[in-house]
Nanobody, 124 residues
Framework: QVQLVESGGGLVQAGGSLRLSCAAS????????MAWFRQAPGKEREFVAA????????TYADSVKGRFTMTRDNAKNTMYLQMNSLKPEDTAVYYC?????????????????WGQGTQVTVSS
């Protein structure tokens, strides 16, 4: 079992930055592929970014490529999402997800563990 806790959400003006964190329980964090998803009101949950267990590979949704950066610190059992040049359309609840696999996964149904979510609101 892995427990995930997100933090770092908040209200920011368009063009601003936020850094989300996701802290994970357990001693085998490096074995888990991790990802960020987001869900805006009235919309389906969508993929944002994913990273492999040893941080050798990352992938991003086209909508955030060049603006968001996903990293992880396996010594701290924590992963991060640095969000720059935020836009109002980035407003959503952001969720971190994990699965015990070496692959990078980009669909929500493939992830076994989820955090409770953190709200990000970008004002225009």
């Amino acid at each position: 079992q892995v427990q995930l806790v997100e933090s770092g959400g908040g209200l920011v003006q368009a063009g601003g930055s936020l850094r989300l964190s996701c802290a994970a329980s357990g001693r085998t964090f490096s074995r888990y592929a991790m990802a960020w998803f987001r869900q805006a009101p009235g919309k389906e949950r969508e993929f944002v970014a994913a990273i492999s267990g040893r941080a050798t590979s990352t992938t991003y949704a086209d909508s955030v490529k060049g603006r968001f950066t996903m990293t992880r610190d396996n010594a701290k059992n924590t992963m991060y999402l640095q969000m720059n040049s935020l836009k109002p359309e980035d407003t959503a609840v952001y969720y971190c997800a994990a699965r015990n696999t070496f692959a990078i996964l980009t669909t929500s149904r493939e992830y076994a563990y989820w955090g409770q979510g953190t709200q990000v609101t970008v004002s225009s």
